[in-house]
């Protein structure tokens, strides 16, 4: 079959061209020759956020949007959450395929390994004021191990990136713990490598004055099927960074802690902790008309609603539905389950949600489940950058393997005036009084 090509025909000029399609994507780079006249730049696309333009190929995440279909290297999101570990769906990530058995025990015990980290850091953690933001200061610790790592820059070494990685995986959830910790002004806890990741996690986080922390098996499981759910989700605005950033060939605890950053936005993963202060606000059923009707209005969002990509009901957002009910058999209900469900019947009949296929997303309940569990809305997101840690490190490792990459430098569509004749600052008439002449 002849190689598929799209017909461009230019109204300016009535050239026609001929681009390729391939994977039912035109090259940007194929419509520069498109110009009116030979020393123009030539042609490009605008497309502000991204809607419409793939930044990579990648073989990690599937998403159909239209369906609500989520898979991780082919594997669909509700079979992993199912059956599998965290650990086990990192692996999956970051090498391809599932592990044996023993690939996970010793996958487990190399990430274990790295679980703790140099006392300097625990220093400065502790210069951050006691109120800090724990986003705030996983941000800031992430960057700083770069410095306790300086052999990360040789990022062309694979068995260096590996080492990275490792290092990424298991010191995460100890910065998170200590940001929690510290918040509190309680001590930090030591690792316990006897536990599994997630328990080990729990003992960072709340362990007291027990010898040995002794995990609720139903919490353990609630929190595992989280990460997993949030482990990765192909080119979103915090993974985009990572690649960007990794891009100028920055280490990954620099390209990590501005992934993080981007995750901080309440549009991204400070959407759970906008979730609750949103819920909060509400406070009773008889309130929720009056707060539809301002959303309606463009006054404000229904944080935990919508999605770039998902025009159906986030999978995500099924799963952690009914994880809660087992959460709450442990924790008790979190009376705000009933505020959110109500809210999600009304705008799902609504027009003005159903019109623009408004469903609830991955941060619309978890926040729920991580109050019910005793979290402040300050950790959600840390929460959440535990998850994603690993589609991070995969997308990065993806990227350094990648033929095809390049710095990412997108061009822009310049509208500012032209060259205009220097003004000596004596004779300048300054913004107001031009404005006002
Ligand atoms: N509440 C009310 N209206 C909304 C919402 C919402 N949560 N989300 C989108 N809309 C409306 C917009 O006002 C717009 O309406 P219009 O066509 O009349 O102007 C239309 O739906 C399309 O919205 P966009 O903002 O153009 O959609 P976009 O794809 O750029 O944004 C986003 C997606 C950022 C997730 C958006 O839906 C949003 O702000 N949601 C709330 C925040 C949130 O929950 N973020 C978490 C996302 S999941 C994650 O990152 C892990």
Not at 213 to 225: Q, W
Request: aromatic letters at 10%; proline letters at 6%; hydrophobic letters at 35%.
């Amino acid at each position: 079959m002849a190689e598929p090509k799209i017909t461009l025909t230019d109204s300016r000029t009535d050239k026609s061209y001929e681009v390729p399609i391939q994977n039912s994507t035109i090259r940007a780079i194929d419509l520069r020759q498109v110009r009116e006249v030979p020393e123009e730049f030539g042609m490009m696309t605008y497309d502000p956020g991204y809607t419409n333009t793939a930044s990579c190929s990648s073989k990690v995440c599937f998403i159909d949007g239209d369906k609500g279909i989520l898979r991780y290297r082919g594997y669909p999101i509700e079979n992993l959450a199912e059956n599998c570990t965290y650990t086990e769906v990192a692996y999956l990530l970051l090498y391809g395929e599932l592990p044996t058995q023993s690939e996970l025990g010793g996958w487990n015990a190399e990430i274990g390994m790295r679980t703790m980290v140099h006392e300097n850091l625990k220093k400065f953690m502790d210069g951050f004021r006691y109120d800090a933001h724990p986003m705030g200061m996983l941000i800031s610790s992430v960057a700083a191990l770069s410095t306790f790592y300086p052999e990360a820059k040789n990022i062309q070494s694979k068995t260096n990136r590996r080492m990275q990685q490792l290092r990424l995986l298991g010191k995460i959830p100890t910065l998170a713990a200590y940001a929690y910790r510290h918040s509190q002004g309680l001590p930090y806890t030591m690792p316990d490598n006897e536990l599994t990741y997630t328990e080990n996690f729990m003992n960072m986080l709340w362990r007291r004055t027990e010898p040995k922390y002794d995990p609720d098996p139903v919490l353990a499981k609630a929190l595992d099927v989280l990460f997993i759910l949030h482990a990765d989700h192909e080119q979103n605005c915090s993974t985009s960074t990572m690649r960007t950033v990794g891009s100028s060939n920055a280490d990954p605890y620099i390209s990590l802690s501005a992934a993080c950053g981007a995750l901080y936005g309440p549009l991204h993963g400070g959407a759970n902790e906008a979730v609750l202060k949103m819920l909060d606000e509400i406070g009773s059923m008889e309130n929720i008309p009056k707060f539809i009707k301002e959303v309606k209005e463009g006054e404000r969002r229904l944080m935990g609603f919508g999605h770039r990509v998902y025009k159906n009901y986030d999978p995500r957002a099924k799963i952690i539905k009914t994880i809660a009910d087992q959460v709450f058999e442990v924790t008790g209900k979190n009376p705000k389950i009933e505020l959110a469900k109500e809210l999600e019947k009304i705008a799902l009949e609504d027009d003005y949600f159903v019109k623009r296929r408004l469903y609830p997303n991955v941060d619309f309940y978890s926040g729920i489940i991580y109050e019910a569990m005793g979290f402040r809305p300050e950790m959600f997101t840390v929460l959440f950058a535990i998850g994603r840690t690993v589609g991070w490190l995969t997308h990065w490792e993806e990227l350094m393997e990648d033929p095809e990459a390049r710095i990412a430098r997108p061009r822009q569509v310049y509208l500012g005036p032209g060259e205009r004749e220097f003004v000596p600052i004596a004779e300048r008439l300054g913004k107001m009084q031009s404005e006002r002449a």
